[in-house]
């Protein structure tokens, strides 16, 4: 098959994806099929002006001279490669189900904070969700900890204080805004990545995603996400440079 007939039929998959869950009408340009889904598809968000100069290069293709019934005008390898990639990734996008199900270290809310420390030093997490009554309450960090341990040696007697304190005790203290989100175990790396992405430079900086199976903070935490850890490699496999293997202990 030549480059021309991949193109073209890469392009009509992805026309036909957006028409099917736009529920559009057959007059509807391409171009405004991009529009219409990018305002809710990330995935079409982040491939727009692509998409864009792909409507205008199969345009080029349609209504060029012909030979023997086969357009003229041949793409090159690495434009068919791309709008193939781009294909692959709206209709069997990677999802966070398929790499980052593990089982996640947590802590109950009224476990004493030293406890919760040590275990924290000895396993390098960084981070630890607290559950309260099989509900995620939030998360604390080692920044909140120091935040509270900078509060206490200033009052008398700081290790029993750190000695009968809890973990919802110092998440309370601490007043910290909210460093995580909870998301459906098929959400998509696209849409993962933009969870980061778009808390850098804000207050409440994204530092884990928590997943569950249907993005509830009352179902049971089937897997993590962080910062620190992941992102780096998720946004390796969008731009196809890399791959991810099945994590197969808690990283948090």
């Not at 727009?48 to 409507?55: A, D, I, N, T, Y």
């Not at 509060?151 to 029993?160: C, D, M, R």
Request: hydrophobic share 40%; proline share 4%; aromatic share 8%.
């Amino acid at each position: 098959m030549k480059n021309a007939e991949r193109f073209i039929q890469a392009f009509n998959s992805i026309e036909n994806f957006l028409r099917r869950n736009l529920e559009a009408r057959n007059f509807s340009s391409f171009f405004n099929l991009i529009d219409d889904a990018s305002q809710d598809n990330l995935i079409v968000r982040q491939y727009r002006e692509e998409l864009r100069l792909f409507g205008n290069l199969r345009n080029a293709i349609v209504h060029s001279d012909r030979r023997d019934g086969k357009p003229v005008a041949d793409p090159r390898e690495d434009v068919v490669e791309q709008i193939e990639k781009i294909v692959k990734m709206l209709l069997d996008p990677p999802l966070v189900s398929q790499h980052f199900l593990r089982p996640v270290y947590t802590v109950e809310s009224d476990e004493p904070m030293i406890n919760v420390l040590h275990a924290m030093v000895e396993k390098d997490y960084s981070q630890v969700p607290i559950l309260k009554d099989g509900y995620l309450l939030g998360m604390i960090n080692f920044e909140s900890i120091a935040k509270w341990m900078a509060k206490i040696t200033k009052l008398e007697n700081p290790f029993e204080i750190c000695k009968n304190t809890t973990t919802e005790d110092v998440f309370k203290a601490t007043q910290q805004l909210k460093n995580y989100r909870i998301i459906k175990s098929n959400t998509d790396f696209v849409t993962a990545r933009e969870y980061f992405v778009e808390s850098l430079g804000k207050k409440n900086l994204t530092e884990a995603l928590f997943i569950t199976e249907n993005g509830r903070r009352n179902e049971p935490l089937i897997g993590i996400i962080t910062l620190s850890e992941d992102l780096e490699m998720i946004i390796d496999v969008l731009r196809g440079s890399g791959n991810i293997e099945t994590p197969s202990s808690n990283l948090n």
